[in-house]
């Protein structure tokens, strides 16, 4: 990438001596006593009063997902990437499917590095541009050694079939049950798109329990798909996506890699 000078750690396909991923519980998908949806009384609109857990999806004022509209030209904390060619399992936690790596992934953003925890998909996209949702969205959640989470977001349009995302793709319905799914080795790198310019705010959790203080960074170039591999993920969870939220005078920045 050219033109901010933010650099990238060379994204190798190598992870041989790479250690375990720590494991953290779903940022995106907190596993909890509590039910909650994506329609009827259970709902988005409804899940500050399911529990006194939940307040921030009702009270928030820095709340996620959000619709972008272009953002400022001011100078953000750099993004360097780490990731790399990994084993991975996947599971369904019942609101989305998620993948994690067996060995060590990782970003690290104005010189504050996080550690990967697991990817997983809305369908269709929780983030909008310009008012307008893509066919899906993956979020690579970060934790950072203090708690603290970076999301990286990548959309995702109809296309061509996308070989890199077949080991996910082709899992998804065999993990259906809950079960554990060895995915094979997941090329991590060639799952980004060609630019890695992103919009970058600060935002939530986009489920229960909506907690903010969440670094967001997304990628303004989509990745496609095939139609198969959306329909693949469309069968497994249609409609897992919270509508757009206020954006509350945020700063959004249009980052340049």
């Known amino acids: 990438m050219v033109g901010s000078g933010l650099g990238l750690l060379a994204l190798v396909t190598s992870c041989s001596n790479s250690a375990a991923s720590p494991a953290a519980p779903s940022p995106s998908a907190p596993e909890s006593p509590h039910a909650w949806s994506y329609d009827g009384a259970e709902g988005p609109e409804r899940w500050g009063t399911l529990s006194s857990d939940f307040g921030s999806c009702s009270s928030g004022t820095a709340q996620s997902p959000i619709d972008f ?3 400022s030209g001011l100078s953000p904390a750099p993004l360097a990437l780490a990731y790399y060619a990994s084993e991975c ?15 060590a992934q990782g970003i690290t953003v104005g010189g504050k590095q996080y550690a990967f925890t697991q990817m997983h998909f809305h369908a269709p996209s929780e983030h909008t541009v310009n008012g307008v949702r893509h066919e899906a969205e993956f ?9 603290g989470l970076a999301v990286v977001g990548i959309l ?33 790198p060639a799952l980004f798109p060609a ?21 967001w960074l997304l990628f303004e170039t989509p990745v496609e798909l095939g139609a198969g591999q959306l329909a693949t993920l469309r069968a497994a969870h249609s409609g897992n996506s ?10 959004v920045v249009v980052v340049d890699q």
């Open 156 to 188: 995702a349009t109809a296309g061509a079939a996308n070989a890199a995302w077949a080991p996910f793709t082709d899992g998804v319905p065999a993990a259906a049950g809950g079960q554990k799914v060895a995915a094979g080795v997941v090329d991590f």
């Open 89 to 103: 399992e996947i599971t369904d936690n019942g609101h989305t499917t998620e993948l994690r790596a067996l060995t």
């Open 139 to 147: 979020h690579f959640v970060h934790q950072a050694d203090d708690g």
């Open 195 to 215: 630019s890695l310019d992103h919009f970058a705010y600060d935002g939530s959790l986009t489920t229960p329990p909506c907690s903010e203080g969440v670094r």
């Open 242 to 251: 919270r509508p757009v939220q206020p954006l509350n005078g945020r700063d």
């Open 69 to 71: 509209r272009g953002g």
